[in-house]
């Protein structure tokens, strides 16, 4: 079923010690001020070596959900440095993050790779937050559907209709994420939309309703609700103003 979520990509920011007072700081303001029928999911994504210390301190409720930023596509063995997804389960993480476009960009992650990412997240019981988004260059070329529609099908697309049930979209134009240049509104719901349209002619048509798609890039307490308010936008994947426990509340309070 569809839901609406924020998710913090905090990438590879604080120390143990500010992530703690982050995290302690969103759980008393998001518990404080978010009372009502607001149904969101948060879904905090702090860096490795914090996930289970932060999942510790997460509220016991059905708001508060852990994620982690990357996964090996290996099952377990000789792969020096690497993190499991088995590993990332059993510290309490729900969500991983896939195909994140500094991923694809400063790590060489190509659809390939992405595919036995996502296969290792979802037998381990992960639900992959899958990230797509095109460049400033392919956008000014118009090129940008046919950039995402190969994206989804390359990288996604394979997957079975129970593991696609498992998965979260992120449109990330590449564009907006950093540089406080946000899509649209109009932007965001036009690619989103186009994004179900795809996945109901892979899937079908309930496929397509049924999934959650976020929107990120340079999103903000300013601009949440309003990206928010789009039909085909289900919430946000934020990186920057997730670091800052106030905006990312309002972020939440959008909905
Ligand atoms: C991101 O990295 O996923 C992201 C959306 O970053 P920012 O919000 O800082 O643009």
């Known amino acids: 079923m569809r839901k609406n ?3 913090g ?5 604080t ?10 700081e969103i759980t008393n303001m998001v518990q404080d001020e978010v009372t009502g029928p607001n149904g969101v999911e948060v879904v905090i994504c702090p860096p490795f070596p914090f996930l289970f ?20 596509e290996k099952e377990s063995g000789a792969y020096t440095g690497e993190v499991s997804a088995k590993m990332l389960q059993s510290v309490g993480c729900e969500y991983v993050i896939l ?5 694809r960009q400063y790590f060489r992650e190509d659809d ?4 036995q990412k996502l296969k290792a997240a979802l037998a381990a019981g992960l639900k992959p937050i899958f990230c797509v988004g095109e460049s400033l260059e392919t956008r000014e070329a118009d090129d940008t559907f ?18 696609f049930d498992q998965v979260v979209i992120a449109y990330e134009p590449i564009w907006a994420i950093g540089t406080g240049k946000t899509a649209t509104s109009a932007q965001a719901q ?6 179900r349209e795809q996945i109901a002619r892979a899937y079908d048509a309930e496929a397509a309703l049924n999934t959650t798609i976020l929107y990120g890039g340079s999103a903000n307490a300013q601009n949440a609700r309003e990206l928010f308010s789009q039909p085909d936008v289900d919430g946000g994947l934020i990186g920057g103003a997730s670091l800052k426990s106030r905006d990312f509340t309002e972020i939440i309070k959008s909905f």
């Open 5 to 7: 979520i924020v998710a």
């Open 9 to 13: 990509n905090w990438k590879m920011n």
């Open 15 to 24: 120390t143990y010690q500010d992530g703690l007072a982050l995290v302690s």
């Open 53 to 72: 210390a932060i999942g510790k301190q997460l509220p016991a409720s059905s708001r508060f959900h852990l994620g982690a930023q990357n996964c090996s």
């Open 99 to 103: 195909g994140h476009s500094e991923r």
């Open 112 to 115: 390939e790779l992405l595919s």
């Open 146 to 163: 046919n950039f995402i529609s190969k994206q989804l099908k390359d990288g996604l697309f394979h997957l079975s209709n129970e593991e």
């Open 190 to 195: 036009e690619v989103h939309a186009f994004i």
